[in-house]
């Protein structure tokens, strides 16, 4: 027994050794707080930071302010930068291997490492210099790391040098999270368009009558139930749906909005911005405030950053504060090919032209390196199988698509000027609000808008002649704004926001139903004057209210007496009538009306999303909600609109309650354990927990339940919710609120890596601007 004990010493040592190295290493790759460190700027920079990890800036000119968030940015953040750019160019298999090789495969259709080369070389030669010198810091954070970020460690990799191409690949990034990226939604409607006659197509995709808050008060009405009978296609399907998903509205999502002064007691404007995002650790955002010198004059600007790029996204300069939310509208066309007889050729305006052909060579860590074969038109790329004989427009591959021309928005100095440089900007399109100092507000799009002549923007079109094309972008002339509204109030929130001319020259790339876009509106007109608070509690509102017909209908036509006594659901009944009013987390009426609405859609559409299914789509990619039309069907009840496998409209609703309670209680044991609060946690996760044993949940945020949903200002899903809350005065920052999930670090041992997230998860209010200093560290040029 003796060889025993020691053999048991010797692994005891080894492994405490072993704990000990990577324990070494880990607290190695800490970023740096304090000191002092001889680096490549011109003059002295301080990086203060707070209690939270807010970062502040204090340099004598731009460039070098640059350099320092660029190398907060790499200390914190690098691993999360790397994703992002390896996301955008198609280069992830070189860190994980071939379970990342069918999305590389993916990005590598739009080519984004040559468009980022191609949009750096394009760069003013004062963009071009900041950038080198934000890409500077980076590096030169990176190698002030005493052991490089931990993640590398586990991949058995090294970080491969930041360029400034690479802060372009960070913006296409963003590109693919906010825009359809493979034309699935036109697929979608353009095969809706084969299969249905036309006044039921027009029936089923409409915008909704009954959630409409458009900025400029436009409406629409209700295209009624066609006297035609029901399509014998949506009726039954030889194949049923697997998923039978819809699209919902349940990941997009960000909401701004903004007062002027003659909404609060001081003649202050006031804006709230709050971006729906996918949540991971760490967050999206990084929290910095940038101070410099120019020509005389002191610049100020804070907010939120995005690791990879040297810009404020959104925040306030103190004399305007503005804040963006996905425009959901049309950014780009799939085009149907006329293929010649070989498949060699397709036909354009100007006569047949050959294919071109890219040779994409992707690396696979462990394997060899795989080539790709990239197909393209003079329009764009050719899609991948089976959608093999359509090309893409799209606006992410032009050169106008992407730049850094948001920094100007760093110096501007009211709305008007504001809403004059959106069309300059080289970003996702996005909704622009824009408050100012003097009480003033405005709204544009801010981002390329494409000039084009297309038959119907929402299904593929023949480009083979001179009816569809793209002649150009949008001068800013051409822009659609609003600026200083008589109510003295803008809102966005994903839905449509205008109509008639402007809507038909921006299109829709899948706009939310628009019941959070009414609520919103609803409540700014509530209270005659606001402050921080008032807007802050708007955007943390989770009042159910696109649920309140559905709970009705529950009550009034589903939940008879003898349904309710032959099934049991005498609980059922109690907690839809006295506990459905929020998405709370203690909620069970809640989840049972949610649950209600959701299978009531998917058993009425099942026949279309198995139509869909057959041909490589879903339903998610739909443009429309189908809340809408499933809403008028229910409504009127006509025997041919009732699926094939249902007897009476009201089996069908019946059965909705039946499937969906023996769902929520196979999940959660019980209607007592189906609280909104149990449905809803948290899942907030870092990218390799789960492939560290034993110790990965530590990574990992805690599982906590969280108020609020889908169709009310307060979005929150388990991985998908509010990236960040702003509200800010510019002007009177000190004022405003500004928290992020997770933290400011990536670091698992930095103090700031969880910094934020109670105070997020706690609906809990952090100040705009950096509190009271408690690290300094100070670079220092080099004499």
Not at 153 to 178: C, E, I, K, N
Not at 698 to 704: C, F, K, Q, R, S
Not at 767 to 783: N, R, S, V
Request: glycine share 8%.
């Amino acid at each position: 027994m003796l060889w025993f004990k020691r053999i048991s010493l010797i692994l005891a040592v080894l492994i405490l050794l072993l704990a000990g190295f990577l324990y070494f290493a880990l607290r190695s790759s800490l970023p740096l707080y304090e000191g002092e460190l001889i680096s490549e700027v011109r003059q002295t920079v301080e990086i203060s930071r707070d209690a939270q990890g807010y970062a502040s800036i204090k340099g004598q000119n731009r460039n070098d302010v640059a350099y320092a968030l660029g190398f907060v940015h790499a200390q914190e953040r690098f691993f999360q930068m790397d994703l992002l750019r390896r996301n955008a160019a198609g280069e992830l298999s070189e860190l994980f291997g071939e379970i990342a090789l069918e999305l590389d495969k993916k990005r590598r259709i739009h080519r984004f490492r040559a468009k980022a080369e191609r949009g750096f070389a394009a760069l003013p030669q004062e963009q071009k210099l900041l950038l080198q010198r934000y890409t500077a810091g980076v590096n030169a954070g990176l190698a002030e790391l005493g052991w490089p970020p931990f993640e590398y460690g586990l991949l058995a990799q090294s970080p491969r040098s930041w360029t400034g191409a690479d802060s372009f690949l960070v913006l296409y990034s963003m590109y693919l999270d906010l825009q359809g990226s493979e034309g699935k939604d036109e697929l979608a409607m353009g095969l809706m368009q084969q299969k249905l006659p036309q006044d039921w197509y027009e029936f089923l995709f409409q915008h909704s009558p009954d959630w409409q808050a458009a900025m400029d008060d436009s409406r629409v009405s209700l295209t009624p139930l066609p006297k035609s009978t029901y399509p014998a296609v949506l009726t039954g399907q030889k194949t049923a749906c697997t998923e039978c998903v819809l699209h919902d509205g349940t990941d997009i999502g960000s909401n701004n909005f903004a007062v002027s002064g003659k909404r609060t007691v001081d003649g202050r404007a006031i804006l709230a911005d709050d971006m729906h995002l996918g949540i991971r650790v760490p967050g999206t955002w990084f929290k910095a405030q940038l101070k410099w010198q120019e020509n005389g004059e002191n610049y100020q600007v804070a907010g939120v950053s995005l690791p990879g790029t040297p810009a404020i996204v959104a925040g306030s300069n103190g004399s305007i504060a503005w804040g963006f939310t996905n425009s959901t509208a049309d950014w780009s066309d799939v085009i149907q090919l006329k293929l010649d007889e070989k498949g060699e050729k397709y036909l354009t305006a100007d006569g047949w032209q050959e294919f071109s052909y890219q040779n994409e060579v992707v690396k696979i860590k462990d394997q060899p390196d795989e080539l790709v074969l990239q197909k393209e038109t003079i329009w764009g790329p050719v899609l991948t199988p089976p959608f093999q004989n359509y090309a893409y427009r799209w606006v992410a591959h032009d050169q106008e698509g992407a730049n850094f021309n948001l920094l100007a928005l760093e110096k501007s100095k009211g709305v008007r000027e504001t809403l004059k440089l959106a069309a300059s900007v080289g970003v996702p399109a996005q909704n622009l609000l824009v408050a100012d100092k003097d009480g003033a507000i405005g709204w544009t799009l801010i981002g390329a808008l494409p000039e084009r002549k297309v038959q119907q923007m929402d299904s593929p079109q023949d480009w083979s002649n001179e009816q569809n094309s793209w002649t150009g972008y949008l001068a800013a002339q051409h822009y659609p704004q609003l600026y200083q509204p008589a109510s003295g109030q803008l809102w966005t929130a994903n839905s449509r926001m205008i109509g008639g001319k402007d809507l038909e020259l921006i299109g829709n790339g899948g706009y939310d139903l628009g019941a959070r876009g009414q609520q919103i509106r609803d409540a700014l007109t509530a209270t005659k004057q606001h402050n921080e608070q008032s807007l802050h509690a708007i955007q943390l509102d989770h009042r159910a209210l696109m649920l309140a017909r559905w709970q009705q209908l529950l009550l009034d036509s589903v939940l008879t007496k003898d349904f309710v006594a032959e099934h049991d659901l005498d609980a059922y009944l109690n907690y839809v009538m006295k506990d459905a009013s929020h998405a709370s987390i203690g909620s069970v009426g809640y989840s049972l009306v949610r649950a209600f609405r959701t299978k009531t859609l998917e058993l009425i559409f099942a026949p279309l999303t198995a139509l869909l299914e057959q041909n490589k789509l879903s339903g998610r990619d739909l443009k429309f909600s189908l809340e809408t039309a499933g809403w008028e069907m229910i409504r009127q009840q006509r025997t041919d609109t009732l699926p094939a496998a249902f007897s009476s409209w009201r089996t069908l609703l019946q059965q909705a309650v039946l499937q969906s309670k023996k769902q929520l209680e196979t999940d959660y044991g019980s209607l007592a354990g189906a609280s909104w609060g149990t449905i809803n946690r948290s899942a907030i996760a870092h990218p390799l927990a789960a492939a560290v044993p034993f110790f990965g949940d530590w990574l990992n945020m805690p599982a906590m339940p969280m108020n609020g949903d889908s169709h009310m200002p307060r979005v929150q899903n388990k991985v998908h919710g509010q990236s960040e809350r702003m509200v800010v005065s510019p002007g009177n920052e000190a004022d405003g609120i500004l928290v992020i999930p997770a933290g400011q670090s990536g670091h698992p041992l930095s103090p700031f890596y969880a910094a934020d997230h109670d105070f997020w998860l706690k609906e809990q209010p952090l100040g705009f601007l950096p509190g009271e200093q408690k690290y300094l560290m100070k670079l220092q040029p080099k004499a």
